[in-house]
């Protein structure tokens, strides 16, 4: 799949863009940042739905926007799909008429997916026939998504697609959306401020902050870059890809990643799976000796790679490497004095909880 | 009861409204549209031309539309250079003064209904690869369904409830522009009480009929065509 590039300025006062990005055509990229970054302002040039002057956009070489050629594709010619914040399904159209929407707009030839298989992808398949008034959140944005996916787009953008949904509702639907990505090999765009859901869904990540791009890279390496990280304050944390090597009897399972082992609570995972893990920046503490008599069960040997401000006034984030594999560590300023933490310190690492992604 | 004369100006009346009802929602719907979404300063001023036969006595739109269907008036430069003639006491100009006389009671509940649609329906129809007049027929159409209706209605109705202009640019011609409310007139005039009696009886239970129906199929409507 070819790349995606998004080059864009505005200057209202108050709220300025400057940016220049070049995105990857395959998997996820999430552009996270605060509202107010202009993340969805991008994704809406990136649409078309916004004409801002000057910005360039293009999808390989397919260019969409470039008004020195005057070039300008209208959205509903650029093949791409469009999730709101908000549901927004047709109100005057039963459930299986927005579905088909789009999908009647597309020649046959065009319609990469079946109706009723994206419908039972997103769980929606026995709704079909329903008014659309009578769907909780969670079913109207999963009929939204199904409806998005039947016009067969040729990139997915998603504006933070679960941020009008509570908890539990954001707890249905993420695994649809994981099951997106490994059934349907879409790229996708995916704005949000959450970083967990950045972490668990993107595979890309974009780091916008008032209107400038701090970090632009892959997820694993840019969430555990040490100067970001107060970007994300308390969710601040590494993803680490590991897969599932063994369990053991007494209800743990053995996760290994290129550092070493993390031992967590069994899952119903078959073995060789793959499995993203989460560790924030605040369930990891240090000590220069390894712990004895400590009911932690992850303490993996660690070397100090680096060490910067913590975002909160006490604290200080430490960078660590697991044999390549970075940790952060959220600890006190005063501890980091007492225990002479520096770059090169060797330290074992407490990893007080691993949230399993997938 | 009622006499040829009567049924003659009820059928005039009946052609009169629903031409000017159908040229109103033809011309109506993409002022109305306009208003709805222009971010120009001229909406304003449009706005308030649109509204002002709901304000202005008939009788003054009345004689300014007959100066400008004289012989020396723009539109009757116009319609003289067409080979037309003048269109002062004549269907058609009655049409084309009712068209000016009844425009905010179309416009104006297309113009909210409209508005209420807002921004978002016509951005999601444009991802889902429908073109801008796709959309206008796919979505905007149905959910401005109580706009139309609305609309229909008032300007069916308020053409046929008509008296200043029809008197000043009709001037009461029978079969031509003699229509309802001035046959009633003319009644009166002639002291003819019992069939004034029953056309004036038949347009207090028809726009009675007519607005019942419509506040019950669109209570919102009872607002007012005012915003």
Redesign the interface.
Known sequence: MTPISLACRIDRGAFSLDVDLALPGRGVTALFGHSGSGKTTLLRVL???ERVPGARVALGDEVWQDDARKVFV????R????V?Q?A?L???LSVRANLE??RK??KPAERRFDLLAVAELLGIDRLLDASTATLSGGERQRAAIA??LL?SPRLLLMDEPLAALDMRRKLEILPYLERLQDELALPVVYVSHAADEVARLADYLVVLEEGRVLASGPLAATLARLDLAANFQDDAGVMIETHLQAHDADGLSHLAFSGGVLLVGRRGVAIDTRVRCRIHARDVSLALERPRGSSITNILPARVDAVGPGGTPGQVLVRLLVGDTALLARITERSRRELAIAPGSAVWAQVKAVALLA | MLDASDFAAIWLTLKLATLVTLLLLLFGTPLAWWLARTRSRAKRVVGALVALPLVLPPTVIGFYLLLAMGPNGPLGHLTGALGLGTLAFTFTGLVIASVFYSLPFVVQPLQNAFEAIGE??L?????????PW?TFW??VV??ARPGFVTGAILGFAHTIGEFGVVLMIGGNIPDKTRVVSTQIYDHVEAMEYAQAHWLAGGMLVFSFVVLLTLYTLYPQSMRGTQR
Do not use: K, M
């Open positions: 649409a078309g739905l209208p959205t509903h010619e093949g791409i799909g469009y709101f908000e927004s047709f109100p005057h929407f789009g707009r597309l409806r998005t016009a | 978002r329906p951005e999601v129809a444009a991802t889902l690869r429908a073109g796709d796919s979505v149905p959910l």
